[in-house]
């Protein structure tokens, strides 16, 4: 969807949260040789993905000594809405003093997650907790998996649109750790430990004629998405009695060199746009292997997603929400780009774009 009329989303505000247990890939590294070794025949062979994932470190709801421990759904599912909830709150009280709000000023809630379950859901256990307005609308999307950070941006928008001069809070939480289920001798899990973290994000957009803007001020020019056919085997949950066990395809990278950026140029191309209108991206960096395919087909050089590798390497994958951490990253930069590209690939499987541009004022 592009918007060249009066109204244009803007982004007033992003901010990240990250919980308290900081866990160093070589400790996770020492706790899967613990867990693993002596149970998993094929564990040797995949002890290298530890040192392959481009990963330093990573953020925990919980201590690693957690994970040693067999646990139920209930259990998991407990520590998420309490964490979740936890960190989102922190997220969107920094979200609303960075946009110069009061929590009585949010209209809207969109709040995004595929790593737990929550009814309430996450975003009406936050107005009962941040005793928001009683007439807030509300959005809970689940099931996006790693696109629902920029699919989550879209919808706030298209709600943004809907009421011009609203203030949408765009609520994004991952706890993927609690996921992992300690009897699953499984490839998937054991990658898993080497892969995914803990985080949060929010943001706040509005919609205002072009002419009360201020200068400069990023906004949410187009966005879409791309959903193949036959592929909905590629990534999701395979839903257990102790757990969600993650589901991902070896083949991820493949798929990303051979249908990737069709997609991608019929998106711009819908858009008035074409990859050299950019001079920033702000890729989801599912891993290092999926950032190496999507430089190629982009035509960059190795190593070149700079901002996504470096969220890859302080934070890991954190699903939905790492997406935002690189945007935030971008923004952040003393001198921020005009035009931004922004993609994540989720179940369905579905590729997520959008554009952030700035108004620029003569």
């Given at each position: 969807m592009s918007r060249a009329s009066q109204h244009r989303p803007a982004?007033?505000?992003?901010?990240?949260?990250?919980?308290p247990y900081r866990l160093e890939q070589a400790d996770v590294a020492r706790f899967g040789e613990a867990l693993f070794g002596g149970s998993f025949a094929d564990f040797q062979r995949l002890v290298p993905v530890y040192a392959n994932a481009a990963i330093a470190k990573r953020h925990s709801c919980v201590p690693i000594e957690w994970y040693?421990?067999?646990?139920?759904?209930?259990?998991?599912?407990?520590?998420?809405?309490?964490?979740?909830?936890?960190?989102l709150e922190d997220a969107a009280?920094?979200?609303?003093?960075?946009?110069?709000?009061?929590?009585?000023?949010?209209?809207?809630?969109?709040?995004?997650?595929s790593s737990g379950i929550a009814t309430p859901s996450l975003d009406a256990l936050l107005v009962e907790r941040m005793k928001l307005r009683r007439d807030v609308q509300r959005l809970p999307v689940f099931g996006l998996g790693c696109a629902g950070g920029?699919?989550?941006?879209a919808r706030a928008a298209q709600m943004a649109?809907?009421?011009?001069?609203?203030?949408?809070?765009?609520?994004?939480?991952?706890?993927c750790g609690?996921?992992?289920?300690?009897?699953?001798?499984?490839?998937s899990n054991v990658i898993a430990t080497a892969l995914f973290g803990d985080g949060a994000a929010a943001a706040v957009l509005t919609a205002?004629?072009?002419d009360n803007a201020a200068s400069a001020q990023p906004t949410l020019r187009a966005w879409g998405e791309h959903t193949w056919p036959g592929m909905l085997d590629v990534m999701g949950w395979q839903v257990a009695d102790d757990g969600l066990g993650v589901l991902f395809s070896r083949d991820i990278p493949a798929i990303i060199r051979g249908h990737f950026r069709d997609a991608l140029d019929e998106f711009l191309e819908n858009n008035g746009l074409s990859l050299a209108d950019f001079d920033a991206f702000g890729l989801h960096p599912g891993g290092a292997k999926v950032l190496d395919a999507l430089e190629d087909v982009l035509g960059l050089a190795n190593g070149a997603l700079t901002d996504s590798r470096a969220i890859l390497r302080d934070y890991g994958n954190m699903s939905a929400v790492t997406v935002l951490f690189v945007l935030q990253r971008v923004l952040s930069r003393g001198a921020p780009p005009r035009r931004i590209l922004l993609s994540s690939l989720g179940p369905g499987f579905t590729a997520a774009f959008g554009v952030v541009e700035r108004?620029?004022?003569r």
């Open positions: 982004l007033l505000s992003l901010t990240t949260a990250v919980p040693a421990e067999p646990h139920g759904f209930g259990d998991r599912n407990g520590l998420f809405v309490d964490h979740a909830v936890t960190l009280d920094r979200a609303l003093a960075q946009a110069g709000l009061e929590r009585r000023d949010i209209d809207m809630i969109v709040s995004v997650s920029i699919l989550g941006l649109l809907s009421r011009p001069g609203a203030r949408v809070l765009l609520l994004v939480v991952e706890l609690l996921t992992f289920r300690h009897g699953d001798r499984s490839k205002e004629p072009d108004i620029e004022r």
